[in-house]
Nanobody
Framework: QVQLVESGGGSVQPGGSLRLSCAAS????????MSWYRQAPGKERELVAS????????NYADSVKGRFSISRDKAENALYLQMNSLNPEDTAVYYC???????????WGQGTQVTVSS
């Protein structure tokens, strides 16, 4: 059974950094595209960044390009999101997402809150 557990969220001042982690179990990265999404209060969930089954970053939201970086550690079966130069508009619940390429089945973590404020 696929399980995704996010961690690393918290409160940070504008301009600060956070690194989110997603511990993945029940899957191997070679069969899944991995992504980070976020949902701010009153807004729809949006894609932040994606990574292909080969481990190549494939998509970044325009609002995070140059500031966020998605990566993974195959040995640890973990996905990461390094977030730099955070601003209040980045405040949201961040979700880890895994999509099995063969079937299209999608899995979500429980989310981790990121709050950027002074």
């Amino acid at each position: 059974q696929v399980q995704l557990v996010e961690s690393g969220g918290g409160s940070v001042q504008p301009g600060g950094s956070l690194r989110l982690s997603c511990a993945a179990s029940g899957l191997t990265f070679g069969g899944y595209t991995m992504s980070w999404y976020r949902q701010a209060p009153g807004k729809e969930r949006e894609l932040v960044a994606s990574m292909s089954i080969a481990g190549v970053p494939t998509n970044y939201a325009d609002s995070v390009k140059g500031r966020f970086s998605i990566s993974r550690d195959k040995a640890e079966n973990a996905l990461y999101l390094q977030m730099n130069s955070l601003n209040p508009e980045d405040t949201a619940v961040y979700y880890c997402n895994a999509r099995r390429v063969i079937t299209g089945t999608t899995y979500w973590g429980q989310g981790t809150q990121v709050t950027v404020s002074s």
